[in-house]
């Protein structure tokens, strides 16, 4: 039997920082007030001449180092990402490029939770016997993208890049064995009904850029928080224990789970629902804010280079996007 391991991490974040502070002094807003309602104290935003390739081609170099394979030895690249370089061709293809290798490359895009989705992606890929060494990435500069005078989303979003290098590996143990290592289930779902609650209007087919969507902000993100916070807190939780089920493992022997860095009080509230400890929860959002299909590989890198990850250890990450779209993996180490 093949089963996809990860054997490398890597992540990359501008080094230019806006504070709470910072983005106080244009919106009527405050340190605490941000800070008590989302957990987040800053944020990495990209320079001007900075694009989100450029984070994902550190992050990828970091996890090859990290996973002792030169990237000349990646046979595919895929990339989770909302917020491609240009809208042709992929990012993954210009992070290709950029490393300077060759072969088949493309993006995922399913918003804040495309590393979830994407994870299950390159497992077919490994799993199907196309590919035995995939890098996979999760990049994201929605500063771009940000409307800084709306208090509401400029406090939320940062820019980063995450990655993780997985390999093929052959088991003859079922899943939920303790022996057993790499992803071992995983569980998606979606639903469309919320696809205006949180989006970025123009760009596309539907309203193509002209000077009209650029004057009436509408290359901007919108989001209804309300709707997002119900939403995330009911579908992170069920996937979390669908992804468990399906292997026959309980939330009691889950060692660490990774969720997607979105709000500290959905995180909160996931823990509460799913009766795992909140100390087993990674949570690095007051450093990054909301780094979207970044935020998982970003904090699990941070979780293995601190030691919180070693063989055999457990995991657990989920996230829930714009679409919206969730999904949960369970991976042993």
Known sequence: MIRT?????????????????????????????IRTRTGIRKRHVLGEHE?????????????????????????????????????????????QHKLGIRGPAFDVGAACAGFTYGTTVVDGLIRGGLYRRVLFI???????FMDWDDRTTCILFGDGAGAVVAVADEQDVPASDPRARGILSSHLDGDGRFWADLNIPAGGTALPPSVETVTEGKHYLRMNGRVIFSQAVRNLSDACEQALRKVELSPDEVELVIPHQANLRIIDAVARRTRIPQDKFVVNLDEYGNTSAASIPIALDEAVRAGRVDEGTLLLHCGLGAGLTWGAVVVRW
């Open 5 to 33: 391991r990860l054997v490398g991490t890597g992540r990359c974040v501008p080094e230019r920082v806006k504070t709470n502070d910072d983005i106080a002094r244009r919106v009527d807003t405050s340190d605490e007030w």
């Open 51 to 95: 694009t989100t390739s450029d984070m994902a081609v550190e992050a990828a170099r970091q996890a090859c180092a990290s996973a002792g394979i030169a990237p000349a030895d990646i046979e595919c690249i895929v990339l989770a990402t909302t917020t491609p370089d240009m809208p042709m061709p992929s990012c993954a293809i210009m992070t």
């Open 138 to 144: 999760g990049a994201e500069a929605l500063s771009k």
